[in-house]
């Protein structure tokens, strides 16, 4: 009776449609961790040097023709695809699936009752990130109402592979998205701008400032994450009144007191623009099914 995890997420078979960043980092990093099995995942893509790449390195994964036939005999089913793809690719692997199937959404703009709509599976929208490509970080999940308990927990062992699975309210999914996805890309800005200031003021070689920067992150994070520590705590503990490091947080406050307020509402005003087109194209999908016009 030794099938727990390879009953849950080896030995299921799986799809997915969209072998972009993130549809080919999550099967890299599913397979990777030994929660899938390269035999039993079939990947499809509109670009399909992407897909063959994948096949190289995973022996045994195999390039479905369409999504359809990557959809037709998945027990899971992940969606990988832009916003903007979104209805021609439910239209199509619709007619395939059946109850018993879960379909798994990693894009944000895309809701879930869009995809029950759409789709006659079960539903889950989880939002991934890149560093769960070295089995860190978040993934946000989302359940539709569909979902029985045991899918929910088949799902959560899935992704707590790879990443610390957190749920969240659908409603929460682009805040959240900023911080747990965006962010990697925010600080990895942040410390190249740290790293290059050292190089300007201090003449120091930039390789160099680049690898303390990013050991000083990863040991920020385990502080934060592994011993207890809040943000507010870890300011403290660092700086002295009155010494080089509370001047130079103050300094710092200053210069971005703005920053992230600007940041949220750039993400907040793009995902509502992406919303809208979402909702109308898959409105006028609807639409053309049942007899109007194209």
């Given amino acids: 009776m030794k099938r727990t995890r390879e009953k849950e997420g080896r030995w299921m078979k799986v799809g997915f449609i969209g072998t972009g960043s993130m549809g080919s980092l999550l099967v890299g990093a599913f397979i990777d961790a030994g929660a899938m099995l390269p035999a ?3 990947v499809s893509s509109r670009t399909p040097s992407k897909a063959e790449a994948l096949t190289r390195r995973y022996p045994g994964l195999r390039l479905a023709p369409s999504n359809a036939d990557a959809a037709r005999d998945a027990d899971l089913l992940f969606l990988c695809v832009k916003p903007s793809d979104f209805r021609a690719v439910l239209t199509e692997i619709a007619p395939v699936l059946h109850t018993g199937q879960i379909a798994v959404s990693i894009t944000s703009p895309v809701k879930l009752e869009q995809l029950e709509r759409a789709l006659p599976c079960k539903v889950a929208k989880v939002i991934p990130s890149i560093v769960n490509k070295a089995k860190a970080g978040a993934s946000l999940a989302m ?53 290059d200031a050292a190089v300007r003021h201090a003449g120091m070689e930039r ?25 507010q705590e870890l300011q403290t503990r660092v700086s002295v009144p009155g010494g080089i490091t509370a001047a130079a947080l103050d300094a710092l406050r200053a210069s971005t007191a703005e ?16 919303l809208a087109k979402v909702e109308a194209s898959l409105r006028e999908s609807g639409d053309t099914e049942k007899g109007g016009s194209p």
């Fill in 259 to 274: 920053a992230f307020p600007s940041v949220f509402r750039v993400t907040h005003e793009k995902f509502a623009e992406d």
């Fill in 143 to 195: 359940w539709g109402t569909r979902l029985a308990p045991e899918d929910r927990n088949r799902l959560t062992e899935l992704f707590s592979t790879i990443s610390r699975p957190v749920e969240i309210r659908e409603d929460d999914v682009r805040a959240a998205s900023d911080i747990s996805s965006c962010g990697p890309a925010f600080f990895a800005f942040l410390l190249g701008e740290f790293a």
């Fill in 40 to 42: 039993n995942v079939a």
């Fill in 207 to 231: 390789g160099k400032a680049e690898t303390l920067a990013a050991e000083m992150l990863l040991g920020t994070a385990r502080l934060l994450v592994e011993q207890g520590f809040s943000t």
